[in-house]
């Protein structure tokens, strides 16, 4: 498999949020959001064995604190987007054989039906500001349990719209565990603005919407142009 990073932090994202956390990320994406803040992980990487992950993995998560603090043992793996490569689904499961709890963090538009049942999967579901709207597969729905979770990254009153309307036609509330709207945290360099957190709040307090806001809890903790959180 080839690799971008493989490294240690905090969850940022999903329910899972504020929970340290093991990240593998693998290279290679097919999608080109406008606002994606891992263009890094498009090309190169390194190439890894199986075996090769699972031992770095578990350097990051042997050892226990002097508080008796368990071992960490959630691992997400990410991208770009990690279904492009053929080998992600066993991956999934060596780890998951290996006692942690598995996250995997994808667009939706690769077929999930091959990932073990036991993964928590987090499609984020590509908004019209993205710019790849529509490329969503809807057969992966009927794939999800109430443990998954589904995301949308808002960069304005038509992503969120577009997220309210998707959320009710496909009946959401009834097939995760949790929706959330995460508003588009604004470029380091300058190349596109943030979603004022603020304003996307007042919206969905308006609505009632049952729905989690999501702030990427790393990006406030580091400078949100490093690498490696």
């Known amino acids: 498999m080839f690799i971008t990073e493989i490294f240690k932090s905090i969850q940022g994202e999903s329910s899972y949020a504020g929970l340290p956390c093991i990240f593998v990320r693998l290279t290679g994406c097919n999608l080109r959001c406008k606002w994606c803040d891992t263009a890094y992980a498009f090309h190169g990487g390194t190439k890894y064995s199986l075996d090769d992950i699972l031992k770095r993995v578990g350097e990051f998560s042997v050892g226990r604190e002097k508080n008796g603090g368990s071992n960490s043992r959630l691992v997400e793996i990410t991208g770009g987007e990690p279904l492009l490569q053929p080998e992600t689904p066993e991956l999934a499961r060596r780890l998951l054989d290996a006692g942690y709890t598995v996250l995997i963090e994808t667009s939706g538009e690769r077929d999930i039906s091959e990932l073990p049942r036991e993964v928590v999967k987090i499609l984020d579901v590509k908004c019209p500001d993205s710019g790849e709207s529509g490329k969503f597969n809807p057969a992966n729905l009927e794939e999800l349990e109430k443990k998954d979770e589904i995301k949308f990254v808002i960069a304005s009153r038509r992503d969120y719209d577009f997220a309210r309307a998707f959320m009710a036609e496909h009946r959401l509330r009834e097939r995760v565990h949790e929706i959330l709207f995460s508003p588009v945290f604004a470029d380091p360099a300058g190349a596109w603005p943030a979603m004022d957190a603020r304003e996307l709040a007042e919206w969905i307090l308006a609505e009632n919407l049952p ?13 949100p142009a490093m690498h490696g959180v």
């Open 211 to 223: 729905v989690r806001l999501g702030l990427q809890l790393h990006k406030f903790v580091w400078d």
